[in-house]
């Protein structure tokens, strides 16, 4: 079943269930999707399950990103909310990669830059993320890259 079905038989049933939270967290992300489609003038033909995906993980930083302040704030209440909030949005994202599959394709990264040292970081992530686009979030690559550069 494609990713927009699923979202809109899930809202459906949290709808029927009056699951308010659920609710409020499809309707976002169908919103979210929606301006996405308005940006990428695809309004008519909508968008793939590759950019429903993107906008799935953008929005999933985004409670990443706001659990993080909530808790440097000291409002455990709120940071609780965006957690629930993450784990709901986290049934729609792929599973992602372990970190030995992510090594493996940073140490053919660096290979094919010969001998890079941790200035060459930038070029190393041109080479490795598209394949790991969508499979492993963007600051965990990084980490793992600067470490590898780091240990050459």
Known sequence: MELIEKLRQDLK??????????TS??????SAIKNK???ERKKDVGLGGEDIIAVVQREAKKRKDA???????G???????EKEELAMLAVYLPEE???????RVIQDGIRQLGSPTEKDTGALMK??????KGRASGDRITKLAKDALGAQ
């Open 37 to 39: 489609e308005i940006e």
């Open 127 to 132: 080479i490795i993320m598209p394949s790991l």
């Open 13 to 22: 049933s949290a709808m029927q269930a009056s699951d308010q939270k659920r």
């Open 75 to 81: 409002r455990p209440e709120l940071a609780q909310s």
């Open 25 to 30: 967290v499809l309707r976002m992300l169908f």
């Open 97 to 103: 990669l372990p970190d030995q599959e992510i090594i």
């Open 67 to 73: 659990i993080t302040e909530y808790e440097k704030a």
